[in-house]
Nanobody, 123 residues
Framework: QVQLVESGGGVVQAGGSLRLSCAAS????????MGWFRQAPGKAREFVTA????????YYTDSVKGRFTISRDNAKNTVYLQMNSLKPEDTAVYYCAANRGGAVYQYTTYDYWGQGTQVTVSL
């Protein structure tokens, strides 16, 4: 079966960096766009960033542009999220997801989801 396993979350001070990884199995990874979403307590799940199957195009929500970078390695079936200059408002559970087709900004178009990894940014 399809599995998406996130790792790399943790606690970091404001201004610090974290790198999240999402290892995929059970699907033809190179045919899926991949996205990262996040959900803070009491808030709706929100789009963070996405990357097309080839890595040729990336998309970011405005609040993370210039600070976060998404990348992928199709040989390793892994997508990454490099997060720099972290802010307390970035605190959330981060989920990776696989999208076979459809708008990458909308979580309803994603086919598979990981279990999430907690990112906590302290002052």
């Amino acid at each position: 079966q399809v599995q998406l396993v996130e790792s790399g979350g943790g606690v970091v001070q404001a201004g610090g960096s974290l790198r999240l990884s999402c290892a995929a199995s059970g699907l033809t990874f190179s045919t899926y766009a991949m996205g990262w979403f996040r959900q803070a307590p009491g808030k709706a799940r929100e789009f963070v960033t996405a990357i097309t199957w080839s890595g040729g195009n990336t998309y970011y929500t405005d609040s993370v542009k210039g600070r976060f970078t998404i990348s992928r390695d199709n040989a390793k079936n892994t997508v990454y999220l490099q997060m720099n200059s972290l802010k307390p408002e970035d605190t959330a559970v981060y989920y990776c997801a696989a999208n076979r087709g459809g708008a990458v900004y909308q979580y309803t178009t994603y086919d598979y989801w990981g279990q999430g990894t907690q990112v906590t940014v302290s002052l």
